[in-house]
């Protein structure tokens, strides 16, 4: 059973999931679980393996979700059985620790600034995750997970899976339109979309007319990046990242110097 948990959970997060993984570590009395008895949470609360079911493993279930959903690395449980309403009188503790916790990032598209972006986020210690509906690009990238996909397919793919941040870079209008469609539906911490001012304002326009509300539209970092005065696609892999950074850490665009 064990094997079956770890090998479990080594897959979701493989594919770039979260896992709260839970391990029993002492119980008292007559407790439905057993001390080394481990079980893996999923933010959906999907599980594999079990600590005892009833009352106490719907309630760290709870936990464990609420703890993917906050970032947390580590936590404590401890119940009693009898507080829940169970029989057997006992009461169990132990830890979890959220596996693949490192803040994770789609970049939907494959051109030559998602190549550049890419390196510098898997630099940055990102899991990223492309999404391309073309499949001869895979073996660009090296440091990602790629998920061949047209727009119409990209919740059945689970492009979204696990990422809290989002750069929309594709080969055109219509397929940033596409993503930028399916990635307002999700709650992320950052949202980007590539292009000049005048496209970018064409696309939210689209949106607008839409109905999306002007709230949901407002969360796009769009054009992206930072104003470097540069279109190389490296650097802007880098305004872009920078961006994320400041969003991410809660930083300010300001130079540090004294002077």
């Known amino acids: 059973m064990t094997q079956n948990v770890l090998a479990f959970a080594a897959q979701k997060t493989e594919e ?6 839970i391990t029993v570590t002492a119980i008292s009395g007559s407790s439905p679980a057993s001390a080394g008895q481990v079980m893996a949470v999923l933010a959906d609360g999907s599980t594999a393996g079990t600590v005892g079911g009833g009352a106490s493993e719907y309630r760290l ?13 580590v936590f404590e449980f401890a119940f009693d059985h009898a507080e829940e309403g169970m029989t057997c009188g006992g009461s169990l503790k132990g830890v979890g620790n959220v596996l693949g916790n490192q803040a994770s990032i789609a970049v939907f598209g494959g051109g030559h600034v998602a190549q550049s972006f890419v390196k510098v986020a898997a630099l940055t210690g990102f899991n990223v995750t492309v999404i391309e509906d073309r499949e001869e690009f895979a073996t660009d990238f090296k440091d990602a997970r790629y998920v061949v996909c047209t727009p119409d397919k990209y919740e059945e793919a689970g492009a979204l899976a696990g990422c809290d941040y989002a750069v929309i870079c ?36 689209i949106l607008r007319d839409e109905g999306v509300p002007d709230e949901v539209r407002e969360r796009v970092f769009a054009p992206i990046g930072l104003d470097i005065a540069s279109g190389a696609p490296a ?5 872009i990242m920078a961006e994320i950074l400041l969003v991410k850490n809660r ?9």
């Open 170 to 205: 594709t080969r055109g209008h219509r397929t940033d339109t596409d993503a930028l469609r399916y990635c307002l539906t999700k709650s992320l911490k950052y949202l980007g979309m590539i292009g000049s001012a005048k496209k970018t304002a064409t696309v939210l326009k």
């Open 251 to 259: 930083g300010k665009t300001a130079h540090k110097r004294a002077l």
């Open 61 to 73: 279930i709870k936990q464990a979700v609420q703890a993917i959903k906050d970032g947390t690395g």
């Open 16 to 21: 770039g999931e979260k896992v709260a993984f």
């Open 235 to 239: 650097e802007i892999a880098i305004s």
